[in-house]
């Protein structure tokens, strides 16, 4: 078997369940170390969250310096009696690799320690540095996670000049898909009070849930934007509607709503908030509370982009979309620091029961990789 299976396949047999590392970060300094990286571990608290365990590696002081960013912790097996093979105890079977963590994302770790490994056999040490910064709070709060491990690079002074996550980003192929950015994520709550009242005598009642329908309804009805060059239209989605009336005659005073709007790069959380409000204001008073997950974000670093297009071109032969599509990620953080790509295996199966990757995955991304650090570093 080769390198990169039985090195996932040992990051994969710790049950590192976010946000728990069970030894994880030791297979990580154990292959690491000995190619002359150092390595920090912190560990982050914040009230109300579990305290977390994190580690950034570094090969060399010289800058540029290029890092790989990623998340050693998964999600829960769920019903382990479903898998073919037990979860944290991997296997190939028929040309895949099955295990929790295979694709979301301990198999692109592998393949990037594999692939530094490779480059630094061939060519020595680089004129630069490369780094690995690995969280285990990804797949949780990610509150003591990638943010912390950022604020704690500024303070030692540490740059980080370009960086690849390796989430799990080709929907199906090795070669697919490339996130060049991402969408911004805010949600809402909305509020509106009325007057309490009999059903049958509405002019003496003020009822809320003929306001908040209007606002709902102005909110869905005007689309945010049409699109541009790399993202789709932005969209606000309504998650809930309550009153929590449970009778036939009662003009309720409260109703609340709640809606996520993801949007792209023509907004800021700060606009969608404003318009929002414009929407709403035409309809009466309201009170509106918003939680902000991201700004919307795109890569501007055309060479940073290409070295990677040229390496995915050569090594699967298909070019990849560059896309902005998905959920968030923690280079929603690391793109305030530096240029960030996100590039791994296939997503296919992240979070499923059976999780896994094709080992030509794996050993592609081995060679795609080292093709990125070869062009970086040349
Ligand atoms: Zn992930």
């Known amino acids: 078997m080769s390198d990169v299976i039985d090195l996932a396949k040992a990051l994969i047999a710790c049950p590192s369940v976010?946000?728990?590392?069970?030894?994880?970060?030791?297979?990580?300094?154990?292959?690491?170390?000995?190619l002359g990286f150092v390595a920090h571990?912190?560990?982050?608290?914040?009230?109300?969250?579990?305290?977390?365990?994190?580690?950034?590696?570094?090969?060399?002081?010289?800058?540029?310096?290029?890092?790989?960013?990623?998340?050693?912790?998964?999600?829960?097996?769920?019903?382990?009696?479903?898998?073919?093979v037990p979860p944290f105890e991997p296997q190939v079977v028929d040309g895949e690799l099955i295990g929790r963590g295979a694709e979301d994302m301990k198999g692109a770790i592998a393949a990037f320690m594999v692939a530094v490994k490779q480059f630094l056999e061939a060519k020595g040490a680089p004129k630069g540095s490369i780094s690995f910064l690995i969280t285990q709070d990804e797949e949780g709060?990610?509150?003591n996670g990638t943010r912390k491990v950022l604020g704690w690079l500024k303070e030692q002074g540490e740059?980080?000049?370009?960086?690849?996550?390796?989430?799990?980003?080709?929907?199906?192929?090795?070669?697919?898909?490339?996130?060049?950015?991402?969408?911004?994520?805010?949600?809402?709550?909305?509020?509106?009070?009325?007057?309490?009242?009999?059903?049958a005598y509405p002019d003496r009642a003020d009822n809320p849930v003929t306001r908040m329908i209007h606002m709902l309804h102005a909110l869905k009805s005007t689309p945010l934007d049409e699109g541009t060059e790399h993202f789709q239209p932005s969209n606000l989605e309504i998650t809930s509607v309550d009153v929590g009336n449970p009778t036939t005659n009662i003009i309720p005073?409260?109703?609340?709503?709640?809606?996520?709007?993801?949007?792209?790069?023509?907004?800021?959380a700060a606009s969608i908030h404003q318009w929002v409000e414009e929407r709403c204001a035409p309809f009466g008073a309201f009170e509106l509370k918003a939680h902000i997950t991201g700004e919307a974000f795109l890569n501007k670093d055309e060479y940073f982009e290409q070295l990677l297009v040229r390496a995915i071109r050569e090594v699967t032969g298909s070019a990849p979309k560059l896309s902005t599509t998905g959920g968030t990620s923690d280079a929603r953080f690391i793109k305030d620091i530096c240029p960030v790509i996100e590039f791994g295996t296939t997503g296919r199966t992240a979070h499923h029961v059976n999780e896994r990757v094709e080992v030509k995955t794996l050993e592609g991304l081995v060679n795609i990789y080292h093709r990125v650090l070869d062009g970086y570093f040349s």
């Not at 002081?61 to 960013?69: G, V």
């Not at 390796?166 to 060049?180: Q, Y």
């Open 159 to 199: 740059v980080i000049d370009h960086c690849i996550v390796g989430e799990p980003t080709n929907p199906d192929f090795l070669g697919e898909m490339v996130k060049i950015g991402r969408r911004g994520s805010i949600s809402f709550q909305l509020a509106v009070r009325g007057k309490q009242g009999h059903a």
């Open 253 to 268: 005073a409260l109703a609340t709503a709640r809606f996520n709007v993801r949007f792209n790069d023509r907004h800021s």
């Open 41 to 84: 571990r912190m560990i982050f608290k914040e009230e109300g969250f579990e305290p977390v365990e994190n580690i950034y590696l570094r090969l060399g002081t010289q800058s540029p310096n290029f890092c790989f960013a990623g998340h050693t912790d998964v999600v829960p097996p769920g019903d382990e009696a479903a898998w073919d």
């Open 18 to 34: 976010t946000p728990r590392t069970v030894g994880v970060f030791n297979v990580l300094e154990d292959y690491l170390r000995p």
């Open 141 to 143: 709060d990610a509150v």
